[in-house]
Nanobody
């Protein structure tokens, strides 16, 4: 069983930056695909980025060039560096993990709120 705990959310002015962290425990962190998702009130959760094995990375088009996902397997941690934030980035951000042979993410954190004001 994998437990995920996010941190780093907060209130930031448009154009600013935040770095989210997600610490994993209870599994073999290096073997998992790690993802970041976000959800606005009343909307479906949406994909932001994922990373596997350090060099297999994908981003949603809405965050390309502004967000950077990375991982430190020694610290069991995945990061999401968010730059040039926009009000539309406001959401609860979730960290997720899955085994490489699974289609769906089976492990989720509790979420961290990011609010961007103009």
């Amino acid at each position: 069983q994998v437990q995920l705990v996010e941190s780093g959310g907060g209130l930031v002015q448009a154009g600013g930056s935040l770095r989210l962290s997600c610490v994993a425990s209870g599994g073999t962190f290096s073997s998992y695909v790690m993802g970041w998702f976000r959800q606005e009130p009343g909307k479906q959760r949406e994909f932001v980025a994922f990373i596997w094995s350090g060099d297999i990375i994908s981003y949603d088009d809405s965050v390309k060039g502004r967000f950077t996902i990375s991982r430190d397997n020694a610290k069991n941690t995945v990061y999401l560096q968010m730059n040039s934030l926009k009000p539309e980035d406001t959401a609860v951000y979730y960290c997720a993990a899955k085994e490489i042979d699974r289609r769906d993410y089976g492990y989720w954190g509790q979420g961290t709120q990011v609010t961007v004001f103009s």
